[in-house]
Each structure stands twice: as C-alpha cells, then as structure tokens.
C-alpha cells in the first residue's frame, strides 16, 4: 500500500511539474504546443480536435499532453467529473480497483488529463481488466458500453494580434488585404504578411515620401537597343525606321525589306542596315529610286569608229557601217542603196534597199505594232502589195496592210533577248495596165533587249 501510494505521489509531481513550468515565449513552444496569450505559456494542443480522422481502423482519438493515443473504442478512459464513469460499490476486502472504479480520493492524488480530466497512475488502479497505457493513461476494457466516454468538449481561445480562431480551434493569420481591413492607399498595393499587412507600391513605381512616383525606366540604360518611351509605371521600346522590335520586345534587327515584296525594285533590291537600295544591270541606271532606265551610250560612251554608226539599245548599243550598200547596190545622198537600171544584175533586184534600225524590249507582250512601212514616192495608176520577205521563218511577225501606200509589222509572238532579228519587208509596186513592175525592200534590224525593261 505505502509503494502504489508513493508511486501516486511521484507521478502526481511530474504531472504538477509540466503546469508550473516558467513561462516562455511563442516561438519556444515545442510541437504539440501552442502558445497562450492569456496565460502567457505554451499550453497543449489538442489534436483530436483539429486533425480530421487523426485514428484509422475503427479507433478512438485520445488527447495527451504533446500528442494523442489511438486506442479501441470499447476502452474506459477515468475522466474528472467527481464520480467515475461506471458507479460499482466495491465488494468488502477488496479495493475499487478490482472493478475498474477510482474512488474520489484516489482521484485526487492522480494527474491532471488534458480537456479537464485526470489521469490515475498504474499503482493507483490495478486490476485484471485495468490496462495502463503511455503517459500513465488508465484505460478499462468494457466491450457492452462503447459509448461511455464523452467528446472534448469545444472551447474558445485567444490568438494575437492579426489572427482569428479558425473552426479547428487554432490561430490562423487574418488576410488584410483580401478583407479589405487595410489602410494601404489608393495607389500602393497591400502585401499579405504573417499577423500583419503591409503597403508597397505597384510594379514600375518607386516611394518617394508618402507618395508612389512612377520610375523613368528610359534613364536606367540600356533597357531597349533604340528608342524607349515611358509610360506610367512601364515602358516599351521603339525601332527606328527600317528596324523591327525582336521577339525579346527589346532588341532591333534589320528589316529586310527586300523579302518583304518582290515588286520593290524593278530590277533588284539591295537590304542595307535600317533600308534598302535598288540596282540595276549593266547599261541601266536608277531613276526615282527603284526603276532602271536604259543608258544612252550612244551619247555618253561612243566607241564606234569613224565609218560606223552607234545604234542605242536597251540595255546596251551597237555599231553599224555608215554606207552598208552591197555591190552592186550605191549610196544615195538620201541613205538609200540603188541599184542602177543600166547594171545587168540589177533586172533581178530590187530597185533599192533602206536599212533601219530599231530595240524593243525582252518579253514585250503581244499582238503588238512595232514598226510602220510607207511608199516613199507614189506612182498614178499603180497598185501596192507588202509582204515580209524574209527573216519570219518561225513566225514571229505578221504584216498587216493600213492603206494603198502602207502597212505595219505586228510582232505576233514574244521575243527573249538580247537577240537580234533582221527582217526584210518588200513592198510590190504593179501599173493597172501592167506596163511595168518594180520592188523596193526595206531591212529592218530588229535588236531585242535583255531585259523587259
């Protein structure tokens, strides 16, 4: 009796011992604890209230100081409510241990049970059906009444400043800025904080005294590769003329105009940085920026010599003999090759051949007139027929007969150059009354740019 007496006594020391700790301060309290801001010390939390189904496998949750038990729910826990649970009178000559019960008195030496309990030690009750768990819990087996032991009852607790009860009976932080309990101003940004709030200003401004103003990014270089422009609490970069913004929203990179179109340049386009330049090929030149217009060397550059002729053409010229008669054929003064009457080999020629010359360009669309033949002098009573003579061996030519004393040559299908066509178009000339018959040819030299321009 004297051992389980003293052994009720120590455990009611230790006990006492955890209640009269000194008090510390919040951030001392270990896990399990939690800090009490009326009593000022860390007092126990109790986890079968706030931990959703704390207890697997059909057991019950048993709060104890720094933790909780998982016991059966058939299990007896002796609680403080002056009488025990289960009121069984003791058979003489035996103690209320024998029966599960602890009688008042030897409640009063045992240890106090967190949520307003107490806790008896293993001396204090011992039985054959009396089980003594962790911590110096006494527990009962009691199969037919699983009931019997009450729910923690719900409490009401203090928290600090900045923080509020939640519905688990633990202190949560209050979020100022979603309740709309600050005091941030209109033009400052409210910052959640732990127990606290605070106001700061919005990205892309800087505090200057109590006011938010917005930060110049433009003088903090180098935020953009050109040209930057401020805006209220941002900016945006800028490129100049013929540059484009790059995918970084920072840097500019040469527009290549060039591939932007293909009808920028007549001929060809140049991409230089920030613009672009056109070119033209040999015997061109750049007019108003992007066309090409032909050279005339023939006016700049003449290289033919003394009895030659310089005949322009696009894209280039050409030299040609002054006097280009053929024997027997004579220049006239009017730049007409004649073949005299009193010359034997004339009978079979044409009375005369006149040499022109003319350029067209590569590609030239078509039905086209291109070049015009008249009668030169004109004969009464007589009739005139035109015909190509030669040089239209793949028909690229038609002659179309405008009156009694002309025609005009139609290019009929297009032409690639440079190349060179030498065409001769006769004209007939026959009296009405058939006293004579005589032919005059007209060669016509015909010199088809490079280009189609």
Known sequence: MLKALFLTMLTLALVKSQDTEETITYTQCTDGYEWDPVRQQCKDIDECDIVPDACKGGMKCVNHYGGYLCLPKTAQIIVNNEQPQQETQPAEGTSGATTGVVAASSMATSGVLPGGGFVASAAAVAGPEMQTGRNN?????NPADPQRIPSNPSHRIQCAAGYEQSEHNV?????????GTHNCRADQVCINLRGSFACQCPPGYQKRGEQC?????CTIPPYCHQRCVNTPGSFYCQCSPGFQLAANNYTCVDIDEC???SYLCQYQCVNEPGKFSCMCPQGYQVVRSRTCQDINECETTNECREDEM?????GGFRCYPRNPCQDPYILTPENRCVCPVSNAMCRELP???VYKYMSIRSDRSVPSDIFQIQATTIYANTINTFRIKSGNENGEFYLRQTSPVSAMLVLVKSLSGPREHIVDLEMLTVSSI???RTSSVLRLTIIVGPFSF
């Open 137 to 141: 819990f006494v527990i009962r087996r």
């Open 171 to 179: 202190c949560q932080d209050i979020d100022e800025c979603t309740a």
């Open 213 to 217: 103003v917005d930060i110049d990014e």
């Open 259 to 261: 591939r932007t179109s």
């Open 310 to 314: 310089c005949w322009n053409y696009h």
């Open 351 to 353: 009375q005369s051949i």
């Open 434 to 436: 058939g006293t004579f």
